[in-house]
């Protein structure tokens, strides 16, 4: 081999082992990016379904749970909204309360809508209750 070749063979050489030098050293990693697809998910505590009361005032009391941040909650009424809180601790049982006062006597269909950060949406089950 020419005494040129061989220095230039050389010099790619040792550009390479610099270059696997210095992005080994750069600080790149791998991670893992979990991505949040699925609405909150909650749970009604109170009323009871098919439950009774002899008062008109109620407190709707639930729990929620998601992998993200919380946007926003609803109590739905007889498949309204009714009133809506953009502050709804996750994971907090028995904290999270809507309140009715001189509610009507008769028969009422209660759930809570919540939507997270990402958009996502998630309903509750129905319950029914009846003010006498």
Not at 53 to 61: A, D, G, I, L, P
Not at 102 to 113: D, K
Not at 116 to 130: K, V
């Amino acid at each position: 081999m020419k005494k040129i070749d061989l220095l230039l063979l050389l010099g790619l050489v040792i550009s390479i082992f610099h270059l696997g030098i210095a992005n080994s050293q750069s600080g790149v990693g791998v991670g893992i990016q979990i991505r949040d697809t699925f609405g909150p998910r909650m749970g009604l505590m109170h009323p009871l379904n098919n439950s009774g009361y002899f008062h008109e005032n109620v407190s709707f009391q639930f729990n929620v749970s998601d992998a993200s941040d919380l946007h926003n909650c609803s109590l739905i009424i007889n498949n309204k909204i009714n009133q809506t809180n953009n502050s709804i601790l996750i994971k907090a049982p028995g904290v999270n309360s809507f309140s009715m006062d001189n509610m009507s006597i008769g028969r009422y269909n209660w759930g809570i809508n919540c939507t997270d950060n990402l958009g996502n949406n998630g309903t509750s089950p129905e319950r029914s209750f009846n003010i006498n």
